[in-house]
């Protein structure tokens, strides 16, 4: 079955305590991102990654970091997490501009 | 940067009442649109998509929308609601060139009463 998965889907820490979210597509998809959702703002772009090695800030990427080895996996990385990163975090993949982005279940993040 | 705005952030019908969701954007070239709906408790799904061509557009579950270039405007329909219809909808553009960034809107949330 063609899907996106986050891992975890629930989270609480600390702030300061480092955290990986994982997010991995069986699609073959080039173009993976990050959005961050909040109550009145919508969705978000954190970052988002072209290709292997490729990868672009989005509109609010201030405290995050990602990497793309690997076509499939794109973590998402809080190196020292703050309460104001509380959020619903959305991982999705597409093949192109002009495709369909396809979305993962989300992970709800609480950094106390 | 493009920006999108959804006026109606909560919409109350009852079921069979006609829907129309408003969303415009601000970009000065080309883009692509799309609607995406959120059930409750689930992640975004497409509901349509615009990119070039007729622009009314069908979705899944009797949805449709209509670019309107003059007006910058990407409007949701549907004639009649059903229960099942509650979620909550967003707008979203990325732009033809440069930056991918796909541009949500800050959503409607609808709720349809039986």
């Known amino acids: 079955e063609a899907q996106v998965t986050q891992n975890p889907r629930y989270l609480i820490t600390v702030t300061g305590k480092k955290l990986t979210v994982t997010c991995s597509q069986n699609?073959?998809?080039?173009?993976m991102s990050w959005y961050r959702q909040d109550p009145g703002l919508g969705l978000r772009q954190i970052y988002y990654?072209?290709?292997?090695?490729?990868?672009d800030k989005g509109d609010v990427p201030e405290g995050y970091k990602v990497s793309r080895k690997e076509k499939r996996n794109f973590p998402l990385i809080l190196e020292s997490p703050s309460p104001n990163q509380t959020s619903l975090y959305f991982c999705?993949?597409?093949?192109?501009?002009?495709?369909?982005?396809?979305f993962g279940p989300g992970t709800r993040l609480l950094v106390l | 940067a493009q920006s999108v705005s959804q006026h109606n952030h909560h919409v109350i019908l009852s079921e069979a009442a006609s829907l129309e969701l408003g969303c415009n954007y601000s970009?000065?070239?080309?883009?692509?649109l799309f609607w995406y709906v959120q059930y409750p408790g689930q992640h975004l799904q497409l509901l349509l998509k615009?990119?070039?061509?007729?622009?009314l557009v069908k979705g899944i579950k009797g949805f449709e929308a209509e670019f309107i270039k003059s007006k910058f405007s990407f409007n949701l329909r549907k004639p009649s609601v059903q229960w099942s219809d509650t979620a909550e909808y967003f707008c979203?553009?990325?732009?033809?060139?440069?930056?991918?960034?796909?541009?949500f809107g800050s959503g409607t949330r609808l709720q349809v009463q039986p």
């Open positions: 979203a553009v990325n732009p033809h060139m440069g930056r991918r960034a796909l541009t």
């Open positions: 999705a993949s597409g093949t192109g501009r002009q495709e369909t982005q396809y």
């Open positions: 970009y000065g070239g080309t883009v692509n």
């Open positions: 990654s072209m290709n292997v090695e490729v990868t």
């Open positions: 615009y990119f070039s061509g007729d622009p």
């Open positions: 699609m073959n998809h080039e173009y």
